[in-house]
C-alpha cells in the first residue's frame, strides 16, 4: 500500500465546476498536509498548505483536512480551463527532515 | 529572480556516462532536497541536507548516486555510469525550518 494515495484521473469537469481532488494518507503522524500543481513539463508549485483539522480556503481554492479519517481534499471552485493540471498531494511527519512523500498526482481537465 | 535555480534544465547522456546536476536554493533556506520524478508518478524523495550535513539518504539512492553541499549553499548530485533507469526529472527543493518547500524547475534527463 501506498503511503499516500490519489486517484490518477483524469478527472473531467465543465467550466465554472467545482473541481473536487482528494488524498488519502497511511502514516498516523503526518502533521502538515500539502497540495502542489503541477503542468506538464513543470516542476511542482505549491498552492495550499494545511496543519489543522478542518477547512482552509484561500481565494478559489479549499483544503480540507480529517485527521481522524486520514484524507485531506482540495477544492476548486469555479474552475477554469488554465486550472488544468495534475494535483500533488503530499503530507511530512514533522521529523528532523519534514521530507514530504508525494502521492502520485490526479489529472484535472477543465473543458471550456 | 530568487527562487530555487537548477541547471542544467536538460541532459542527454550515453549509457554508462557520469552526471551531474546544479542546485541553488533560495539564500536563506538551510534546508535542500532532491527528488525524483518519473512520468505519471508523484516525486519520490532521495536525499536531504541540513547545512552543509547530509541527514537523510533514500533507499532510493544508489551507490552510484552521490549528492553534496559544501559549504551549506548549492548543492550537486551525480549520477555515475547512467542506467536507462535513470531517465527522470530531478527536482531540487529549499526551505526553512517550518516553512513549506519551494521547488526548481527541475533537470530533465534522458539516458538512451
Known amino acids: 500500500q501506498k503511503e499516500v494515495e490519489q486517484n490518477s484521473g483524469p478527472l473531467s469537469v465543465p467550466e465554472g465546476a467545482i473541481a473536487s481532488l482528494n488524498c488519502t494518507y497511511s502514516d498516523r503522524g503526518s502533521q502538515s498536509f500539502f497540495w502542489y500543481r503541477q503542468y506538464s513539463g513543470k516542476s511542482p508549485e505549491l498552492i495550499m498548505f494545511?496543519?489543522?483539522?478542518g477547512d482552509k480556503e484561500d481565494g478559489r481554492f479549499t483544503a480540507q483536512l480529517n485527521k481522524a479519517s486520514q484524507y485531506v481534499s482540495l477544492l476548486i471552485r469555479d474552475s477554469q480551463p488554465s486550472d488544468s493540471a495534475t494535483y500533488l498531494c503530499a503530507v511530512s511527519v514533522n521529523n528532523a527532515g519534514n521530507m514530504l512523500t508525494f502521492g502520485g498526482g490526479t489529472r484535472l481537465m477543465v473543458k471550456p | 529572480d530568487t527562487g530555487v535555480s537548477q541547471n542544467p534544465r536538460h541532459k542527454i547522456t550515453k549509457r554508462g556516462q557520469n552526471v551531474t546536476f546544479r542546485c541553488d536554493p533560495i539564500s536563506e533556506h538551510n534546508r535542500l532536497y532532491w527528488y525524483r520524478q518519473t512520468l505519471g508518478q508523484g516525486p519520490e524523495f532521495l536525499t536531504y541536507f541540513q547545512n552543509e550535513a547530509q541527514l537523510e539518504k533514500s533507499r532510493l539512492l544508489s551507490d552510484r548516486f552521490s549528492a553534496e553541499r559544501p559549504k551549506g549553499s548549492f548543492s550537486t548530485l551525480e549520477i555515475q555510469r547512467t542506467e536507462q533507469g535513470d531517465s527522470a526529472m530531478y527536482l531540487c527543493a529549499s526551505r526553512e525550518m517550518n516553512t513549506e518547500a519551494f521547488f526548481g524547475q527541475g533537470t530533465r534527463l534522458t539516458v538512451v
Open positions: 494545511i496543519y489543522s483539522n
